[in-house]
């Protein structure tokens, strides 16, 4: 049974740039979670998706922006991006009925 | 003043020693709580949920006090393999559809 997971593994943008991450819940699993997560730092809550719409966004800007497919998968878009967003993107899945898992994750460099 | 608060550490231990962790908590609506834990560049991992009535789980005993909201760990027997980053996780919803609000984590190093 396939976990989480994250494509691609690392990236390398500039600033101003956009980019799109990519993750796929574990089988059975119907929500997705993102979260940042700075070298150093717990992770931080970005969004959150259940039936392909945002049900709860934390403190970031408007240029993060998600999707939820219908089979679950799910994206992360971030746009005109800040050295600041350098960091680790972690996307986790669950149900109701247990807590999140988690992906390996996405390191994201901004130069 | 951050929602989770952790002392970031870090905690050197020999092996076989026992060690614990703290952590306090913000928001006292908070519904669930867990322990996660972090190996260098790897993701979080669910190490256990903690429980009012406290719980155990080998050498890791996780307790919640709610009335001073605050949540610990406890390790017994460190081994080498315990050397990670320990994150203390609440979740801010009900049941398992809230998000999850996590501390700076704590790390451990385990010596020979």
């Known amino acids: 049974d396939a976990g989480v997971t994250q494509s691609p593994t690392h990236l390398i943008k500039t600033r101003g740039q956009q980019v799109t991450l990519r993750c796929s819940p574990k089988s059975g699993h119907d929500t997705v979670s993102w979260y940042q997560q700075a070298l150093g730092q717990g992770p931080q809550f970005i969004f959150q998706?259940?039936?392909?719409?945002?049900?709860q966004r934390g403190n970031f800007p408007d240029r993060f922006s998600g999707h939820q497919f219908p089979n679950y998968s799910s994206e992360l878009n971030v746009n005109a991006l800040l050295l600041g967003d350098s960091a680790l993107y972690l996307c986790a899945s669950n149900t109701g009925r247990e807590t999140q898992y988690f992906g390996p994750g996405t390191r994201l460099l901004v130069l | 003043r951050k929602e989770v608060e952790q002392d970031p550490g870090p905690f050197n231990v020999p092996e076989g020693a026992t060690v614990a962790f703290n952590c306090t908590y913000s928001n006292s609506a908070s519904q669930s709580f867990f322990w996660y834990r972090q190996d260098c560049r790897k993701e979080p991992k669910l190490l256990m949920s903690v429980y009012s009535s406290g719980n155990e789980d080998g050498r890791f005993t996780a307790q919640l006090n709610r009335a001073s909201q605050y949540i610990s760990l406890l390790i017994r027997d460190s081994k080498l393999s315990d050397s990670a980053t320990y994150l203390c996780?609440?979740?801010?919803?009900?049941?398992?559809?809230?998000?999850?609000?996590f501390g700076q984590g704590t790390t451990l190093q385990v010596k020979p």
């Open positions: 996780v609440v979740n801010s919803g009900s049941g398992n559809t809230g998000k999850l609000i």
């Open positions: 998706y259940y039936e392909e719409e945002e049900r």
